[in-house]
């Protein structure tokens, strides 16, 4: 049997419009009419299949581009919201509850950081960051508290990879929910498959790939999506992050097209990425076989999309970053911006952007240095001529 490729599960996906239309039909309601009131009653007590109730709740649009995603992750349901952090926030806060304890990595999204340290602390719920590609550190940490293991494919932003088969091995040993953030990896890792519980994404970098839209999405369990979504308890519900019908129809279209980007996206990267460290210069990128976790992440991949369009390098300085930053904007390189997955090249120093929320004695302890430049290396067509003007740059500044 051939191999699970998340691209054909998404392909084979067919929604026709109301009127026959190649796209579906945009629900652009708020809430929903029923032809008798025992069915809206049975539909608040989640008995009554295929009913819309409020597009808090879900629309169609949304249930749409739920089930691409879930097709797409290999699990049962998924459900969108309107941001990234809108599906990392519930998930753990529908997982865990006053008196429970997470084992994060240490190297994340910055927003998901500041969560975890400064604001779930308020709800009487516990974090311990760890490095999280040492399983025995990870391990280490549980206690009799621990509710979940939290952490991402590709590490933001210094690209370490999660061993996510032996995390799913550790959290069904101690009965824990593995949940993986697999944004920087879409297509090309499956975490699901591996003994993921949760898959996250930010719907707004690589899925939508325009920078035009913020969304997020939780996949898992049907039972686990029903309760995020659940009236009386569930934690997207009753925080409300809803994605809205025609952002999330954007992007539905643009789904379809992302193993063509991812392509790109991973052929660029590993060109750049295998130049610049041939230059001299000190690059981080998983495929190159200088990264620590290469050969973890050779056998995690989808080969076919490659190691993904995210690399390191660093320069030595904030200055130096910072110049150098501003001198390929000046040469339309790319742009000085946050971000990912954009068609264009995007790049920013992330200790004082992305991580900036973590404090600098640990981004330090982390290996996160004030030089680091971090780049979403765009859809560039001649890659050659790309890395050409972006050495004659880092010449000019005396990088090279």
């Known amino acids: 049997m051939k191999e699970f490729n998340p691209a054909d599960k998404i392909q084979d996906l067919q929604y026709f419009g109301e009127f026959g ?49 879930a097709a797409m992750e290999g699990t049962e349901a998924a459900n969108v919201s309107a941001s990234g952090m809108g599906a990392i926030t519930p998930t753990l806060l529908q997982l865990c509850g006053n ?17 975890l340290k400064n604001f779930t602390p308020r709800f009487g719920i516990k974090t311990t960051f760890v ?9 280490a940490a549980i206690t009799a508290s621990t509710k979940v293991i939290y952490c991402e494919t590709v590490s933001n932003p210094l690209l370490e990879v999660a061993d996510i088969s032996g995390l799913a091995k550790l959290a069904i040993k101690h009965n824990l929910k593995l949940v993986v953030d697999n944004t920087f990896s879409p297509l090309s890792v499956a975490p699901a498959k591996m003994g993921a519980d949760v898959v996250i994404h930010s719907l707004t970098k690589y899925i939508n790939g325009s920078s035009d ?63 610049f460290e041939n230059d001299g210069l000190k690059v981080v990128y998983p495929g190159l076989e200088s990264h620590p976790s290469h050969k973890l992440y050779s056998s995690m991949i989808n080969p076919e999309y490659g190691f993904g369009g995210m690399m390191t390098v660093d320069v030595g300085t904030i ?3 910072n110049e150098l930053m501003e001198l390929m904007q000046d040469r339309n390189l790319g742009y000085l911006a946050v971000s990912l997955g954009f068609y264009k090249t995007l790049f920013s120093a992330p200790g004082t952007s992305t991580s900036s929320e973590i404090p600098l004695d640990e981004q330090k302890e982390m290996g996160l240095t004030d030089g680091l430049i971090r780049f979403s290396i765009g859809l560039d067509n001649d890659i050659e001529r790309t890395y050409q003007m972006m050495k004659e740059c880092m010449i000019e500044l005396g990088v090279l």
């Open 99 to 115: 008196g429970d304890h997470i084992v994060s990595s240490r190297t994340i999204y910055g927003g998901t950081y500041a969560f």
């Open 131 to 139: 490095d999280i590609t040492k399983l025995d550190i990870v391990e």
């Open 213 to 275: 839209t913020v969304g997020g999405v939780a996949c898992g369990t049907r039972e686990f999506i029903n309760s995020l979504k659940d009236v009386n308890s569930g934690a997207s519900m009753l925080l409300g992050p809803t994605m809205d019908s025609l952002r999330s129809a954007s992007v539905m279209k643009n789904l379809r097209t992302l193993h063509i980007r991812m392509k790109q996206h991973s052929y660029n990267a590993m060109y750049l990425a295998t130049k």
């Open 21 to 69: 239309g190649v796209n579906p039909s945009i629900s652009d309601s708020s809430t929903y009419t029923f032809l008798s009131a025992k069915t809206m009653f049975d539909t608040f007590e989640g008995n009554a299949e295929g009913c819309y109730l409020y597009s808090r709740h879900s629309s169609p649009s949304n249930l749409y581009l739920d089930k691409a995603i």
């Open 319 to 321: 200055d130096k970053a």
